[in-house]
Each structure stands twice: as structure tokens, then as C-alpha cells.
């Protein structure tokens, strides 16, 4: 569906914007004429993606790297506005996840999940803020509903998207009177996702989810581009500290999923 969105000249960065939900928001933003930047840690899938995303006119940037490394994300933001300029649409989308029971979840295991969710939110957000453009500029994290649905075998998830949604509520407070917006998106379960491959990995289970959202279908990765194209325009202008869920109501109706 086409809302006629217009990022014409705007320069958007999207972390994890080379596979699933995030690719897809970065299809959409080059589709509604943006300038793009994409990171995430696999070479291949970046190459993949800036030879997807790039114009004849606006060659996309690609950078490898994680997330959980400062620096290698600031280095990348510098040469991606030293090139394009001040970044008017930032998309935090890097994540990591796995079924574990909390009993069963190793110290390890919990800690990279935080470090790739929340600590990688937090080196996004601080390293992107001098590059950002004031006024104007939208800050788009891609949150879960682990964030505001507690759910067994997700406990590592549960704590690192709730602690992004928080860090979405503070900067909106900090960043607003330099009229920076950030606001959360909340995908409910997309389907053809790595992500709900691994929560979902059959029939059963991917029936299980369709029965347990009120609109009774899986989201598409565009159902959650069009939500990021909306807070990055200026339609979401006088928005700035949401967290808007994206999932046909599964929030509402309790998130259920079997990952025993």
C-alpha cells in the first residue's frame, strides 16, 4: 500500500537494515526517495543489501560491524554524515534472541542478549546525537513485545526491550527541546522473519500465533516500514515518546506463545 510518503532528499541509517523487519523499513525509506545507511555485523548481508538499496542517484553505504562495539558504531555514523550529511531518520534495529528457560539461561547467555539489545540501543543513540539533524530529526527503535508482555523461555528478551522502551521515554525527554523525536515500534509476529522462524520453527506453532493475534494473520515486514515511514515524516511531528505497537492486537491479547 502507498501512503505517498516523501523522503526526497532526507539521509536515513538503519542498524540491522540488512535482513527481515529491517530491511524492509529500509526498502521503504529508499522507496519514498531517501538517502540510506545500513549496519549490521554479517560483510555478506551488507554487501547484499547496499547492492538492493542503491540507486543510480543514491548509491546506498554499508558498514559491518556490531553493535556492542562503541566505537566501530560511531566511526561508522561519522562516515556515513561526512559523506550524506546531518541524518534526518535513525533506525535502531539490532537484536538478538534465542528460547531459554531462565533456570536453564547462562549468565553469558543473558548478558549477550542485553549487550546487543539494550547496551547496542544505548551506543546507537549516543554516538547518532551529534549527527542528527536539529530540528527535525526522528529516532525510530525497534522494540518487542517481550518489552510489555512477560513471556516464559524470553527472560534475557523481556529485561533488554523493556530497558530500549525506557531509553525511548528518557531521550524523548532529553532530546525534545532540540526538537529530536524518538518513539519505539513494537512488531508483533512477522512472518517469513528469521526471528519467528526460531520462535515458531513449525505449522503448529505458527497456527498457534495466527490464533492468538485478533486480526488472526501474521504482520509483513511492510506493515512495520509503514508504521517507521509514518514517525519519520512530518504526519508523527507532535509525536515523541511512544511506544506503538504494530501486531494486529497480540499485546492486547496477551502475547500468547508456546516456547516450551
Not at 529500509?26 to 543489501?49: H, L, P, Y
Request: net charge neutral; charged share 20%; with cysteine.
Amino acid at each position: 500500500m502507498n501512503f505517498s510518503f516523501d523522503f526526497s532528499g532526507k539521509n536515513v541509517f538503519v542498524f540491522g537494515g540488512t535482513s527481515g523487519i529491517n530491511l524492509g523499513i529500509a526498502d521503504a525509506f529508499v522507496s519514498a526517495g531517501a538517502r540510506i545507511g545500513v549496519a549490521s555485523r554479517s560483510k555478506d548481508k551488507v554487501d547484499t543489501a547496499v547492492a538492493r538499496l542503491s540507486r543510480r542517484d543514491a548509491p546506498a553505504l554499508g558498514f559491518s560491524l556490531d553493535v556492542r562495539e562503541p566505537q566501530a558504531v560511531a566511526d561508522a555514523l561519522a562516515s556515513f554524515a561526512q559523506r550524506q550529511g546531518k541524518i534526518d531518520v535513525l533506525v535502531s534495529g539490532a537484536a538478538g534472541n534465542f528460547p531459554a528457560a531462565a533456570a536453564k539461561l547462562s549468565p553469558n547467555g543473558f548478558k549477550s542478549v542485553v549487550d546487543i539489545d539494550l547496551l547496542g540501543s544505548f551506543n546507537v543513540m549516543r554516538a547518532a546525537w551529534e549527527h542528527l539533524t536539529k530540528p527535525g530529526a526522528s529516532v525510530i527503535s525497534i522494540s518487542a513485545p517481550q518489552a510489555i508482555v512477560p513471556m516464559a523461555m524470553q527472560v534475557h528478551v523481556c529485561a533488554a526491550k523493556a530497558g530500549v522502551d525506557m531509553i525511548t521515554k528518557t531521550l524523548a525527554l532529553e532530546w525534545g527541546p532540540e526538537g529530536v523525536r524518538i518513539n519505539s515500534v513494537i512488531p508483533g509476529p512477522i512472518d517469513g522473519t528469521e526471528g519467528m522462524a526460531r520462535l515458531a520453527p513449525d505449522e503448529s506453532a505458527r497456527q498457534g500465533v495466527i490464533e492468538g493475534v485478533p486480526m488472526r494473520r501474521m504482520g509483513t515486514p511492510q506493515d512495520i516500514a509503514d508504521a517507521c515511514l509514518f514517525l519519520g515524516s512530518d504526519a508523527a511531528r507532535y509525536i515523541t515518546g511512544a511506544v506503538l505497537p504494530v501486531d494486529g492486537g497480540w499485546a492486547v491479547a496477551g502475547a500468547r506463545m508456546n516456547l516450551a
